[in-house]
């Protein structure tokens, strides 16, 4: 704690704040509320991450390997060689500031490192020393230094407050992607056992189980079980998912959340009910119990781990002996499929074209990783008038979309999510333009930031997403924030509960599925929450 | 001219004083940035101060009861909850407003009457730092409730409790 204000202090008037003599000198305070624990050596053992220890990152003694300069030396040689992205990001920056304010980390902390040029700074400071001749002989003049370990903990505390969301990217003149760099720089962290727990555990649970929650087979069915329970409560129709059948067209994979966490799991009774109406329209898709994880959370550690554990719903396709993949509402799930999958483990030549056992149509723009996106999937079915609709089941709620990080910037999928929104509702309320689409703010955990121990770090993260969501609240009345990511179903509810109560979360096909009039179903009185449709409140519920 | 006469007179210097004294508890590159840009979508923490010290400065002047803006002094303090500010930093702003109001007072024009017009002006601000208090308070307490539930909600440790998953062993 620190001392007591003196009276001074309390009539200082015009408050002349400690210039910042550059940021250089300002060193890092690693504060509580802010970082993330640091990852127990049992998870980094069980998939050979390099260094295991018990550490936290608040004591002076980060327990480095003695030679770990010469590991990040070398690990930051070796990336400068094999990505040109990376030397790229490393040498045009002109330091123009254009970016400096888009970050959602700075707008909600006001903490100048969190500018997206300045910490892309923290590391090319380094970088300039190593490589660059004006870095070599001006040193500090020419913005270089050396790493030592203050700024290798200073490196760590900022490359853990960035959701590599790239929103920062889109402001640049040179699209310099300030993600890219975290996401390198978090893979030299981890070179010398710098880990974060909340993405290590998931990563060995998922490289073991399957899943981030380690969640076995048996348990994951036992939860689809329970969903059945519910739908049929809701619909009177007992829905009767396949799961791990060989020899099904097509496999479905979705992030574990969806299966375990509220509200991920309306989503997720969403699916069932889906693939229960399309069942006679021809649909012969499988769940599994194996590729239960759509997410990826090593991609939040290395290139090299992201390839691991995409590598397994390839395998399990293979298995399976399935023509193509569809996959749930998931964020990073996607950045990874899109973006890096083709060159990780591609071409998954084992697989077909991906093509619409309804429509036809055919998925030529998946036809690279064999995997497509659900919302497009059934934006496509709707199109084509194959979904009979009740619009007004969803009257009682008052719907703005958030558009994900990682499917509106990685994918530009920005109209199918409304598409389908505005076939299931009929109060869709967009937020201000300058907080949506491809300049959509993060929900502010992303990247496996989504801890508990990080709590004020995600909600000064999620100030500016919460904020666009007050307007609407407040000008009319918007009661739900549906999105397309199970981070954000997992981390927008607690940003609500702080910055606008009253709102809630829920994913779009949750909505689909509320409105989605079955054949032979029951009168429907009740949503997938098991509350009252509009009208519907005086109704027995039999 | 009584103390309340110059308030409202000087209501825009001493807000604008009360305001770059709450800016000034930012770094000087985000000073500037929250000073210049007026979206209050691109610049939430900035426009919030913006309009929220004028709101709490009129209930004051205005003698309103202090529940009228509870929410302006709410949107101000919820955000200094979770920033890096301690405790004291993070209201600190309440108590300057105190000498931001005494150096901008004529004291040559108040008649005698002014002791007390002061003193009842100071007993209106601790009101207002009582209510920051209690809103900050509020603030961490809702932070930790959110903690606490997001444990709870993640039905993942209730498979454990039930024996239905599997950890990486110790
Ligand atoms: S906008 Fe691009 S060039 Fe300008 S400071 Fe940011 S990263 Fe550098
Ligand atoms: S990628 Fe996102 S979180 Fe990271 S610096 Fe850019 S805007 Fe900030």
């Known amino acids: 704690m620190a001392d007591t204000p003196k009276p001074e202090k309390t009539a200082r008037i015009n408050h002349i704040p400690p210039l910042m003599k550059g940021w250089m000198d300002t060193p890092v305070e690693i504060k509580p509320g802010i970082y993330c624990y640091g990852a127990k050596p049992k998870n980094t053992k069980a998939v050979g991450m390099p260094y295991p220890k018990e550490w936290n990152p608040t004591d002076d003694d980060w327990q480095l390997p003695e030679n770990w300069k010469d590991i990040i030396d070398e690990g930051l040689r070796d990336r400068r060689d094999k990505y040109r992205s990376m030397k790229l990001f490393m040498d045009i920056c002109v330091r123009c500031g254009a970016c400096a304010d888009k970050c959602h980390f700075f707008i909600g902390s006001g903490d100048p490192k969190n500018m997206p040029v300045l910490r892309a700074e923290l590391f090319r400071s380094v970088y300039r020393k190593k490589f660059t001749l004006g870095g070599k002989i001006f040193g500090k003049f020419a913005g270089a230094r050396d790493l030592d370990e203050d700024v290798l903990k200073e490196w760590w505390y900022y490359l853990y407050q960035c959701t590599e969301c790239r929103r920062c990217s889109i402001f640049c003149p040179y699209g310099i992607d300030t993600a890219e760099v975290t996401i390198l720089g978090r893979e030299l962290t981890n070179l010398v056992g710098l880990n974060i727990d909340w993405i290590a555990g998931p990563v060995a649970n998922c490289n073991r189980t399957g899943n981030h929650l380690g969640i076995q087979p048996h348990a994951y069915i036992d939860m689809l079980d329970f969903f059945v329970d519910e739908i049929e409560d809701i619909t009177g129709l007992r829905m009767e998912p396949d799961i791990n059948r060989k020899g099904a067209e097509i496999l479905f994979v979705t992030p574990s959340g969806d299966v375990f966490a509220d509200p991920g799991t309306f989503t997720a009774m969403g699916y069932l009910m889906l693939f229960h109406y399309l069942k006679s329209l021809g649909l012969d898709i499988t769940w599994s119990t194996y590729a239960s994880e759509g997410g990826n959370f090593g991609f939040f550690t290395s290139h090299e781990m992201a390839k691991r554990l995409n590598a397994k719903m390839y395998s399990e396709a293979e298995r399976l002996g399935v023509k193509w993949i569809l996959g749930g509402e998931c964020g990073h799930m996607w950045r990874v499929i899109n973006q890096y999958m083709d060159t990780f483990n591609g071409p998954p030549d084992f697989m077909e074209e991906p093509v619409s056992p309804i429509t036809g149509t055919k998925f030529k723009n998946a036809n690279a990783t064999k995997l497509v996106h659900i919302v497009e999937f059934t934006a496509d079915l709707m199109k084509h008038n194959k979904l009979k609709l009740d619009k007004s089941r969803n009257d009682h709620l008052k719907v703005t979309f958030h558009d994900s990080c990682n499917t509106a910037r990685a994918m530009g999928f920005l109209e199918e999510p409304r598409y389908v929104l505005n076939n299931v509702c009929n109060n869709f309320y967009e937020m201000p333009p300058n907080t949506i689409r491809e300049q959509t703010f993060c929900c502010g955990s992303g990247s496996g930031l989504n801890a508990g121990e990080n709590m004020e770090v995600r909600m000064r993260g999620g100030l500016p997403r919460a904020n666009a969501v007050k307007y609407v609240h407040e000008k009319f009345g918007v009661n739900m924030l549906s999105c397309i990511c199970a981070i954000d179903r997992a981390v927008l509810p607690n940003s609500m509960d702080y910055w606008v109560p009253g709102v809630d979360v829920c994913g779009l096909h949750e909505l689909v599925a509320n409105a989605l009039v079955f054949e032979g179903e029951k009168k429907r009185t009740l949503d997938l929450r098991a509350e009252y449709l509009p009208g519907m409140e005086d109704e027995e519920d039999v | ?170």
């Open chain 2, 1 to 170: 001219m009584s103390i309340k006469q110059q308030l409202i007179e000087k209501k825009d210097l001493i807000i604008k004083t009360w305001r770059s004294a709450l800016l000034g508890s930012y770094p000087e590159a985000t000073q500037r940035f929250l000073i210049r840009e007026k979206d209050q979508f691109a610049n939430p923490v900035g426009q919030s101060i913006h309009k929220n010290i004028s709101g709490i400065y009129h209930a004051l002047i205005e003698d309103e009861d202090f529940d009228t803006v509870s929410s302006n002094l709410e949107e101000i303090i919820k955000i200094r909850a979770v920033q890096d500010f301690i405790p004291s930093d993070a209201l600190l702003f309440i108590f300057q407003l105190k000498s931001i109001i005494r150096s901008s007072l004529d004291f040559k024009s108040i008649g005698n009457s002014s002791v007390n017009e002061l003193n009842s002006l100071d007993v209106r601000i601790d009101e207002l730092a009582l209510k920051a208090f209690d809103i900050y308070s509020m603030c961490r307490q809702k932070l930790y409730e959110i903690r606490v539930n997001e444990v709870q909600n993640q039905v993942g440790s209730l498979l454990k409790r039930a024996n239905l998953t599997v950890e990486i062993p110790d």
